[in-house]
């Protein structure tokens, strides 16, 4: 069945890329509503119809307001089973908070879930559709559940080839996935702060990578990178506007390839529902 929020929560920190303070308020909403973001009167649905493609983060655009970040959200929303939510935000960027989206879980953990009368929408893939850039790819193939298998490789860092797999549950993402931080490598923080980016960063809200060390937090499991990707891929799927059912590899992907597949398996869901 389609789940709710039972009262409302609110979060405020930093914006990652414009170092903004920023608020972001969740509230319950009806039955086949959707994830929706709000501006004033203006409504912006959480759907891969209104993504705008990036390498580095998910960003929605709508006719009144853009929305930048909202993958950690997203993930917290999908992975602890919110279907209908109404979410408002001070500003155009999520807060970073501490990186991860445990925050959002734990904020949905304390408000609660309200069990709506209408059944949830549901995407079975009955066959193979994937997505690739060269040795890039995002895949999707039958299966019972919603599994993600995420491997990346950074060869010459401390990062290096991870690989990770889960079943999707609310347990498993709390537990697992929901504290896996974003991160990068000292060698990528000037390059995007020469482009205006990440003035919201710190090591507080990121795992940082040197050759072979890691500066400043250290990774709470081996494969936290590997989780970490795991989950943006989670907060993209989302964007289908379904609970996807499929068992979906990536390698070495990102937010880009990510938004390729949501848009893929959207169509596939109008298609059905058509």
């Known amino acids: 069945m389609q789940q709710t929020l039972a009262q409302p929560f609110t979060l405020?920190?930093?914006?990652?890329?414009?170092?903004?303070?920023?608020?972001?308020?969740?509230?319950?909403?009806?039955?086949?509503?959707?994830?929706?973001?709000?501006?004033?009167?203006?409504?912006?649905?959480?759907?891969?119809?209104w993504v705008k493609p990036s390498a580095l983060s998910t960003g929605l655009s709508g006719e009144h307001f853009?929305?930048?970040?909202?993958?950690?959200?997203?993930?917290?929303?999908?992975?602890?089973?919110?279907?209908?939510?109404?979410?408002?935000?001070?500003?155009?960027?999520?807060?970073?908070?501490?990186?991860?989206a445990l925050p959002y879980v734990r904020a949905i953990e304390q408000v609660g879930l309200q069990i709506q009368d209408q059944r949830a929408r549901v995407l079975v893939i009955t066959q193979p559709v994937t997505v690739h850039d060269g040795d890039r790819f995002v895949a999707a193939f039958p299966d019972?559940?919603?599994?993600?298998?995420?491997?990346?490789?950074?060869?010459?860092?401390?990062?290096?080839?991870?690989?990770?797999?889960?079943?999707?549950?609310?347990?498993?993402?709390?537990?697992?996935?929901?504290?896996?931080?974003?991160?990068?490598?000292?060698?990528?923080?000037?390059?995007?702060?020469?482009?205006?980016l990440i003035q919201g960063g710190s090591l507080e809200c990121a795992l940082v990578a040197d050759t072979t060390t890691w500066v400043g937090q250290q990774p709470q499991w081996p494969d936290e990178a590997a989780r970490h990707k795991t989950l943006d891929l989670l907060g993209d799927l989302a964007l289908t506007g379904a609970t996807v059912?499929?068992?979906?590899?990536?390698?070495?992907?990102?937010h880009e390839l990510h938004g390729q597949l949501a848009r893929r398996l959207r169509y596939l869901l109008l298609d059905h529902h058509e």
């Open 245 to 254: 059912q499929a068992h979906v590899v990536a390698y070495k992907a990102g």
């Open 66 to 100: 853009s929305v930048r970040t909202p993958e950690h959200l997203l993930a917290a929303l999908i992975g602890m089973g919110i279907d209908n939510c109404l979410i408002e935000l001070e500003g155009a960027e999520l807060p970073i908070l501490d990186g991860s």
């Open 12 to 49: 405020t920190g930093l914006a990652l890329h414009s170092g903004l303070r920023t608020k972001v308020t969740v509230s319950p909403a009806p039955v086949d509503h959707g994830r929706q973001f709000r501006q004033g009167a203006a409504h912006l649905p959480a759907l891969v119809d």
């Open 144 to 196: 019972t559940c919603l599994r993600l298998t995420y491997g990346i490789d950074f060869p010459g860092t401390a990062i290096g080839v991870q690989w990770t797999s889960w079943v999707i549950t609310p347990a498993t993402f709390s537990l697992e996935l929901a504290g896996a931080r974003t991160f990068t490598t000292l060698a990528q923080i000037k390059i995007l702060q020469s482009l205006g």
